[in-house]
């Protein structure tokens, strides 16, 4: 499969939400790749984030929503914020129950990088064709790696940095949501009980502006819950942790830089 390809079905020109897909990792995959198949989905996915989303669509009050004729449950943005390839699998699966992923990868995958891409990478090849059908109105699960951060990665001169955050402006603004019928949205995540510390003060900003926020634990046998995201204290802004995490973002908006000798050598 074409570079262009991959990056065209995750991305379509008609697509509501393909506009936001971070090409970052798409432009660094090899000119041709083949795909190979996708693993099983794990069953956690019908039982902890669709079926709650059906039972809490039926018992909702109210009509359809004017600005789309699909099932008020699909009236959901999904926020994977898992692990390497997980994150791309899941959003493949849901993407049999209507969903469309929305890479917002933002790292160079550098090979000498501290956090490695390539299994992300391959997984968004084999998952390209599975996404040929969906609706162009098809309601988004943004995609994050949970391991962007970079907790607990060594730091030594002459690594490349690729650990990267996540900005407001990276997802659509809450108006750009509701015109397209989103009215909730659903955090998954692997073994946390909160969102991660750059996520949770723009989900803080879409509960204020009437975003309901789901919870889902992909590591607990239960259902997706209301999650009420607690009001960001004055060093916990985005940009607290991108400076104090020292982060090196490149002109482009992507995040990738060789970590310097103590020398500066």
């Known amino acids: 499969m074409k570079r262009e390809d991959v990056h065209r079905l995750w991305a379509p020109d008609d697509a509501t939400f393909g506009p936001w897909v971070k090409p970052v990792l798409f432009a660094h995959l090899d000119e041709d790749r083949t795909p190979e198949a996708l ?45 390497g390839a997980a994150g791309v699998r899941v ?42 059908k969906l609706a162009k109105d098809a309601p988004p699960a943004f995609l994050l790696d949970q391991r962007r951060m970079g907790k607990g990665v060594p730091l030594e001169p002459g690594k490349y940095d690729n650990r990267s955050i ?24 692997r073994e946390a009980d909160r969102p991660a510390d750059d ?3 723009i989900l ?28 960001p204290g004055l060093f916990e802004s985005v940009g607290h942790w991108f400076d104090r995490m020292g982060l090196r973002r490149q002109r482009d908006g992507t995040f990738g830089g060789v970590i310097p000798s103590p020398s500066g050598g």
């Not at 049999?96 to 090849?125: C, D, Q, S």
């Not at 996540?166 to 995540?189: C, E, H, M, W, Y």
């Not at 204020?208 to 607690?230: M, Y």
């Open 166 to 189: 996540v900005f407001a402006n990276d997802f659509p603004s809450v108006k750009t949501l509701a015109r397209a019928g989103i009215r909730r949205a659903a955090l998954v995540q």
């Open 204 to 231: 803080f900003s879409w509960q204020e502006q009437g975003i309901e926020i789901l919870h889902v634990r992909t590591d607990v046998p239960d259902p997706a819950e209301v999650l009420r995201v607690a009001r």
């Open 91 to 132: 959003g493949a699966a849901l993407a049999r129950h209507g969903f469309r992923p929305i890479p917002l990868y933002n790292a160079i995958p550098a090979p000498e990088g501290v956090i490695a891409y390539a299994e992300v990478m391959g997984a968004l090849v084999d998952a390209a064709s599975s996404l040929a």
């Open 39 to 83: 693993p099983s989905p794990p069953p956690w996915i019908e039982e902890r984030i669709v079926a709650p989303l059906h039972a809490r669509a039926e018992a909702a009050p109210g009509g359809e929503h004017p600005y789309r004729s699909a099932p008020r449950w699909q009236d959901t943005a999904l926020i994977l914020d898992l692990p």
């Open 199 to 201: 996520l949770a003060p």
